[in-house]
């Protein structure tokens, strides 16, 4: 069990850039989770596959963001044009859909995106 | 829409004490209250879950209690040790198909 990895831990970028990044979850995990965090908040769901299927986007997610899970395995999010209120640690996270919802959703250390 | 109030003032408190940790939440309750850590810097780890049918659970020096009258949920670290400073997540499912929802979190430091 290697955990959820993402990349890059860090991006800089300007205003009006796109920025994509990558998450690889534990292997045997079918729950794919992004989340978005601000400093002194707790993680804000964006979105959420279940193998390659996308099951629900938060409203949060507005049109300039996208994420894919092609093989149902890793996956990216892109955000296109951003804008300063995107800085922000965008999390993953996975988890297996084995017995019920109790299966907890385990983390990786985040992607810190500042907007200049 | 559903709202979770965890301390927003950082908690202190004395080695070997004690740390409660308080989380209220608004409109019905869920199907699952789930507790998490998170330290600067990273990402949140899965302490426990606690089912809306069950009154109490432990693990270790960890233990969570849900009242789904008052709508709360406890979060306690017996005999608390330095290395419990970090930042305590509740956080809320009401199936097994829903998204999770997170409070902003308690930050606990504990001192020598």
């Known amino acids: 069990d290697t955990g959820v990895s993402q990349d890059p831990r860090h991006k800089i970028t300007k205003r009006g850039q796109n920025v994509t990044f990558r998450c690889d979850p534990i292997?045997?995990?079918?729950?794919l989770y992004w989340y978005r965090q601000t400093l002194g908040q707790g993680p804000e769901f964006l979105t959420y596959?279940?193998?390659?299927?996308?099951?629900?986007k938060s409203r949060l997610l507005s049109d300039r963001f996208s994420a894919e899970r092609p093989k149902g395995s890793f996956s990216t999010l892109e955000i296109q044009r951003t804008e300063q209120g995107d800085s922000a640690m965008y999390l993953c996270?996975?988890?297996?859909?084995?017995?019920?919802?109790?299966?907890?959703?385990?983390f990786g250390d985040g992607t810190r995106l500042s907007i200049l | 829409s559903q709202k979770i109030e965890q301390n927003s003032e950082a908690l202190n408190i004395q080695e070997g004490k004690t740390a409660t940790l308080t989380c209220n939440y608004t409109?019905?309750?869920?199907?699952?209250l789930q507790w998490y850590r998170q330290d600067p810097g990273r990402g949140p780890v899965f302490l426990l879950l606690?089912?809306?049918?069950?009154k109490e659970k432990r693990k270790e020096r960890l233990k969570v209690t849900f009242d789904t009258t008052l709508k709360q949920s406890l979060f306690h670290i017996t005999a608390s040790q330095p290395a419990d400073s970090a930042t305590y997540l509740c956080?809320?499912?009401?199936?097994?198909?829903?998204?999770?929802?997170f409070g902003s979190g308690t930050r606990l430091s504990i001192r020598p």
């Open positions: 996270a996975s988890s297996s859909s084995g017995e019920g919802a109790h299966q907890p959703q385990h």
């Open positions: 606690i089912r809306e049918n069950e």
């Open positions: 956080a809320l499912r009401y199936s097994s198909a829903s998204k999770i929802i």
């Open positions: 596959f279940q193998n390659e299927a996308q099951l629900e």
């Open positions: 292997s045997e995990h079918n729950r």
């Open positions: 409109n019905y309750s869920p199907a699952y």
